[in-house]
T-cell receptor, first 110, second 113 residues
Framework: GENVEQHPSTLSVQEGDSAVIKCTYS??????FPWYKQELGKGPQLIID???NVGEKKDQRIAVTLNKTAKHFSLHITETQPEDSAVYFC?????????WGAGTKLIIKP | GAGVSQTPSNKVTEKGKYVELRCDPI?????LYWYRQSLGQGPEFLIY????????DSGLPNDRFFAVRPEGSVSTLKIQRTERGDSAVYLC???????????FGPGTRLLVL
């Protein structure tokens, strides 16, 4: 079955700098890759997603890139702000079952 | 519009008791999912409904866990003879259809003493 690995587990960046979180997946049949942000005590909130027919997608300060050959995808957050502090999860799916990474705790230092 | 809602937000029970967790999906969403999230980990898939039927219950850990969605909207996750290892956050998500974006509720935090 699918396995998703996510790195780093913790990422601390200065406010205003960029943050990059990387994920790899094992099943080449996976074709959908969402990223979720989870704040303490809340459910995961979708921030961006990408399907396997595109290599990059941007939404304001957030971008996701996908390399199907290498089976990895990354989340890029530019001009980080204090409200970006949270745990970020990547996931991969072939149909409806999301397989999740272990999460990255993003800390924005003032 | 209203998002996915889950009740209760917190549930404390004793080992061996029965619990029910409720999920109200986004109106019009035909697909509904239950996940379980342990501390410091990503969610794990439990069960998926398309309409009223459980299309895939392969993630349910054992026969103490059961879920229903009798009218194709609200779903209830039922756990019998709870064990301390069942303590986790139980997340519900819904989507417009299969393979569409999943939107999550706030979760129910279950603590089994």
């Amino acid at each position: 079955g699918e396995n998703v690995e996510q790195h780093p587990s913790t990422l601390s960046v200065q406010e205003g700098d960029s943050a990059v979180i990387k994920c790899t997946y094992s099943d080449s049949a996976s074709n959908y890759f969402p990223w979720y942000k989870q704040e303490l005590g809340k459910g995961p909130q979708l921030i961006i997603d990408i399907r396997s027919n595109v290599g990059e997608k941007k939404d304001q300060r957030i971008a996701v890139t996908l390399n199907k050959t290498a089976k990895h995808f990354s989340l890029h957050i530019t001009e980080t702000q204090p409200e970006d502090s949270a745990v970020y999860f990547c996931a991969a799916s072939e149909d409806y079952q999301l397989i999740w990474g272990a999460g990255t705790k993003l800390i924005i230092k003032p | 519009g209203a998002g996915v809602s889950q009740t209760p937000s917190n549930k404390v029970t004793e080992k061996g008791k029965y619990v029910e967790l409720r999920c109200d999906p986004i109106s019009g969403h035909t697909a509904l999912y239950w996940y379980r999230q342990s501390l410091g980990q990503g969610p794990e898939f439990l069960i998926y409904f398309q309409g009223t039927g459980a299309a895939d219950d392969s993630g349910l850990p054992n026969d103490r866990f059961f879920a229903v969605r009798p009218e194709g909207s609200v779903s209830t996750l039922k756990i019998q003879r709870t064990e301390r290892g069942d303590s986790a956050v139980y997340l519900c998500a819904s989507s417009y259809g299969t393979k569409e974006t999943q939107y999550f509720g706030p979760g129910t935090r279950l603590l089994v003493l």
